[in-house]
């Protein structure tokens, strides 16, 4: 979750010229059920939670992707829960964890995503010359970061990772960080799924999603 001023709210065009499917609650939309679920990633309860439109740094006005979650504030509740788990109290570094979620937005064509994840993963200390090789495969990785990226590669190919990567996975980062990675790679594709679904458009400046590479057999051009 980042910080993102009003001017930077969801563009109400897509990329493609469509408006949302869905769009954030409204100041107005704001009540119990939905701050109570802000307050579950906040680890807060809901009356604690700064309140819709007042412009504190956690207004939930600043965050589309909890304003679009609280349209089901029952089922945000509880996913928010597990989230801030995994990126507040997980074992998984935030330098693999990123470098995860940005192959995986890469993969799966996030511009959403990519946007919002390159500059978490800046703010994490992430060189800038690292988030641009993941656009290039694995060659110029080395160590637990290639294994994490090649981990993502055959989790988001296969549905699954075979016996010999999981035990590189297990050999090199530990079973708790292992486990973690299957996780964080399920949980952000899901939410890719439903954002993309939903037109949610990156932030304003976002870094714009690299071309995928040509497909084999492609000529380049």
Known sequence: MTDRSTS???DMNSTDGDAPLLAPLTAEEWGDDEYA??????GLPGEKVPRAGSGHAADPLNFDIIGLLARHPKMARRFLTFNGWLLQRGELPLRLRELVILRLAHTRRSAFFWGEHSKVALEGGVPEADIARIARG??????VDRLV????????????????TWQRLTDGIGTHQAMELIFVVG??????????TWRLAPPAGSAQLPQAPPAPGTAAG
């Open 187 to 196: 949980t952000y594709t899901m939410l890719a799924m439903a954002f993309d």
């Open 37 to 42: 679920a802000f307050g579950a990633l906040l």
């Open 149 to 164: 990226l090649e981990a993502t590669d055959e989790f988001l190919r296969e549905g699954r990772a075979g016996e010999p």
């Open 138 to 143: 694995n060659d110029e990785f080395t160590g």
């Open 8 to 10: 930077a709210r969801i």
